[in-house]
C-alpha cells in the first residue's frame, strides 16, 4: 500500500469506447502526475498537475484528457483510443516544495486496446 | 525544459557480475533520486542524494551524486537475480519537480 490507489487496475476496451482512470492519493501531496509506461519501454510523462493546475503536458494525443479536481484526486479520460495506447499507465504523486520528496507510485492500470 | 538521460536502456549480465546504470541531468539538480521497479509491479523509491558529490549505500547497491550535481550513477555489486527490474533516476528541482530518466532494464541470467 503506498498511499496512491488507481481503478481500475485492469481495463479493456474498443477503439470507439469513453473510459476514465481514476487516482487517488493519501498523502497530502501538492502535484500527481500520469505516466504511461509501454512493454518493455522506459517512463513517459504524459501530464503533471501542481495545485490542481496542470503545468505539464507532453505533447500528448488529445484522445487523452486529464482532469484534477482537487489535489487528492487525478483523472485520465479515454476515448477513441488506439491499439498502440496499450500500456500500463502510471499515477504518482509528490510533494513539490522548497525540499523534494520521494513520489509514491500507485500500481497502475493495465490498458488494453481492441 | 530540463531533460534526464539515462543510460543505457538495456543492460544484461550474468548473475555475479557487476552493473551500473549512469544518469545526467541538462540542468544542475537539487537532488536526485532511484527508483526500483519489479517486473509487474510500479516504481518504488529507493535512496535520496542531495549533496555535492555524495556516495551512499545499501547492501550491494552504491549510489553517486556528482560534484556538479549533474549526473548520477547506480552501482550495484554481484548482482542477483533477485535484483531484475528497471531502474530509474529522477532529478529534481529546488522547488520539488521531479523529472524521470527512461529508465535502464537489468535482466540478470542465473
Not at chain 1, 64 to 93: G, K, M, R, V
Not at chain 2, 83 to 104: E, I, N, R
Request: proline fraction near 4%; hydrophobic fraction near 30%.
Amino acid at each position: 500500500e503506498t498511499g496512491v490507489t488507481q481503478t481500475p487496475r485492469h481495463l479493456v476496451m474498443g477503439m470507439t469506447n469513453k473510459k476514465s482512470l481514476k487516482c487517488e492519493q493519501h498523502l497530502g501531496h501538492n502535484a500527481m502526475y500520469w505516466y504511461k509506461q509501454s512493454a518493455k519501454k522506459p517512463l513517459e510523462l504524459m501530464f503533471v498537475y501542481s495545485l490542481e493546475e496542470r503545468v505539464e503536458n507532453n505533447s500528448v494525443p488529445s484522445r487523452f484528457s486529464p482532469e484534477c479536481p482537487n489535489s487528492s484526486h487525478l483523472f485520465l479520460h479515454l476515448h477513441t483510443l488506439q491499439p498502440e495506447d496499450s500500456a500500463l499507465y502510471l499515477c504518482a504523486s509528490s510533494q513539490m516544495s522548497t525540499g523534494v520528496t520521494e513520489a509514491f507510485f500507485g500500481q497502475g492500470t493495465r490498458l488494453t486496446v481492441v | 525544459g530540463q531533460q534526464v538521460m539515462q543510460i543505457p536502456q538495456y543492460q544484461h549480465v550474468q548473475e555475479g557480475e557487476d552493473f551500473t546504470t549512469y544518469c545526467n541531468s541538462s540542468t544542475t539538480l537539487s537532488n536526485i533520486q532511484w527508483y526500483k521497479q519489479r517486473p509487474g509491479g510500479h516504481p518504488v523509491f529507493l535512496i535520496q542524494l542531495v549533496k555535492s558529490g555524495e556516495v551512499k549505500k545499501q547492501k550491494r547497491l552504491t549510489f553517486q551524486f556528482g560534484e556538479a550535481k549533474k549526473n548520477s550513477s547506480l552501482h550495484i555489486t554481484a548482482t542477483q537475480t533477485t535484483d531484475v527490474g528497471t531502474y530509474f533516476c529522477a532529478g529534481g528541482t529546488s522547488y520539488g519537480k521531479l523529472t524521470f530518466g527512461q529508465g535502464t532494464i537489468l535482466t540478470v541470467h542465473p
